[in-house]
């Protein structure tokens, strides 16, 4: 790996936004991959990382670069939650309908995880398609019953993803709806919310 690539990977692990933008200077290849084809800005959006993937984002990096396990920058930040990242690679353009190894959009695992500053700035800030269907058979809002727990914060995501427009009575590969499941696994709550829009 030549100096300045290796710089570059340094600075940005280390969180250092102003020795990113010298490796830049000094040539580094903002798209070098590493032994798991992760790209300089996947390595900042997993870590969190935002002043350091700003600078590479004004630098032309591509949010959608995929590693060897199909995720992307873009994509990391639905199972990280960071609405601060999510905000950093917006001007880069990302691919709203860009797949996770699951099938997923960037919106799927943040409902499952409960995170709900994230799903909220999602909805308002993009035009994702909140019924999108991963392999699972699973939308956001079928994802946010099955593996969530019921609590305030899935409640809460279930409330969004209605008002963003998600169909409720979609039903998953098996043909059980999210009402179904809910009302399998106790989430009254929830249940009342998905009974009051059918």
Avoid: C, K
């Avoid at 591509?62 to 199972?79: K, N």
């Avoid at 039903?171 to 809910?182: R, S, W």
């Avoid at 399998?184 to 009342?192: K, L, P, V, W």
């Amino acid at each position: 790996m030549p100096p300045a690539d290796r710089a570059l990977r340094v600075a940005v692990r280390a969180a250092d936004a102003d020795a990113v933008r010298a490796a830049i200077a000094d040539g580094a290849d903002i798209e070098s991959r590493d032994e798991h084809g992760r790209t300089p800005l996947l390595i900042a959006a997993v870590g969190d990382h935002v002043a350091a993937a700003e600078v590479l984002v004004a630098a032309g990096a591509d949010p959608d670069a995929q590693d060897d396990r199909e995720d992307s920058p873009w994509l990391v930040t639905g199972v990280t939650g960071s609405v601060r990242m999510m905000r950093a690679l917006l001007p880069a353009g990302p691919d709203l309908t860009l797949r996770n190894r699951f099938g997923g959009t960037a919106l799927i695992p943040a409902a499952e995880r409960g995170h709900v500053d994230y799903v909220r700035a999602l909805l308002r800030e993009t035009d994702i398609d909140v019924d999108h269907v991963n392999r699972l058979g699973w939308t956001a809002l079928l994802e946010a019953v099955i593996l969530g727990d019921g609590g305030r914060a899935h409640l809460e995501i279930v409330e969004l993803l209605i008002t963003a427009g998600a169909t409720p009575h979609l039903p998953d590969g098996d043909g059980v709806t999210a009402l179904e499941h809910a009302e399998r696994r106790g989430f009254t709550e929830i249940a009342g919310l998905l009974t009051a829009v059918r």
